[in-house]
């Protein structure tokens, strides 16, 4: 963060910098790191081949990088409106109720990644991203939930009515 905020133009580190730096890149191939950097339209936030939010425990980077003070979101592009909550639960539980919430309103659901513990897409039969969501242990039964919403009044609607108060029963304080 030091680099990135550095005051001098001459000696601060640049977008280049970053994604070459080894910190940045650890162990991401060049096809990973592209898919990171790609734009951020609404159908981009939702294809599976972005493995990056697949089940796996949180860094300490991954967690400085949900501060409101640290997204460099700006940098790469703005996506479509996103809400983050705090559970006090294992992801399962959690991914469980998207589903069946999805179910009630007449969505199709389906999970990616191994074993089913990869983000939820919530999907009308049109074949529209209602919303993604993806969740991330912290610790044994602490996990942040992330969602992706759709575009437009159903997105909306179906967030306010259903995925909220399914996503948010066990939010911590």
């Given at each position: 963060?030091?680099?990135?905020?550095?005051?001098?133009?001459?000696?601060?580190?640049?977008?280049?910098?970053?994604?070459?730096?080894?910190?940045?890149?650890?162990?991401?191939?060049?096809?990973?790191?592209?898919?990171?950097?790609?734009?951020?339209?609404?159908?981009?936030?939702?294809?599976?081949?972005?493995?990056?939010?697949?089940?796996?425990?949180?860094?300490?980077?991954?967690?400085?990088?949900?501060?409101?003070?640290?997204d460099l979101s700006g940098l790469f592009g703005a996506?479509?409106?996103?809400?983050?909550?705090?559970?006090?639960?294992?992801?399962?539980?959690?991914?469980?109720?998207?589903?069946?919430?999805?179910?009630?309103?007449?969505?199709?659901?389906?999970?990616?990644?191994?074993?089913?513990?990869?983000p939820v897409y919530v999907e009308r039969e049109s074949?529209?991203?209602?919303?993604?969501?993806?969740?991330?242990?912290?610790?044994?039964?602490?996990?942040?939930?992330?969602?992706?919403?759709?575009?437009?009044?159903?997105?909306?609607?179906?967030?306010?009515?259903?995925?909220?108060?399914?996503?948010?029963?066990?939010?911590?304080?």
């Amino acid at each position: 963060m030091r680099c990135i905020l550095n005051p001098d133009t001459d000696t601060r580190i640049h977008t280049d910098g970053i994604l070459s730096h080894p910190w940045f890149r650890d162990g991401a191939s060049d096809d990973e790191v592209a898919c990171l950097m790609r734009g951020h339209e609404e159908e981009a936030w939702f294809k599976p081949e972005c493995k990056e939010d697949m089940a796996r425990d949180m860094t300490a980077f991954d967690i400085l990088s949900f501060s409101p003070g640290s997204d460099l979101s700006g940098l790469f592009g703005a996506g479509p409106g996103k809400e983050r909550v705090f559970v006090g639960e294992p992801a399962a539980a959690v991914l469980r109720r998207v589903e069946d919430a999805g179910r009630k309103e007449g969505y199709g659901v389906r999970r990616e990644g191994k074993k089913g513990a990869g983000p939820v897409y919530v999907e009308r039969e049109s074949g529209g991203i209602v919303a993604k969501v993806s969740v991330f242990k912290l610790a044994d039964a602490v996990s942040v939930v992330e969602v992706v919403k759709g575009d437009g009044a159903e997105a909306a609607l179906f967030w306010t009515d259903r995925l909220e108060p399914a996503v948010k029963p066990r939010a911590l304080s």
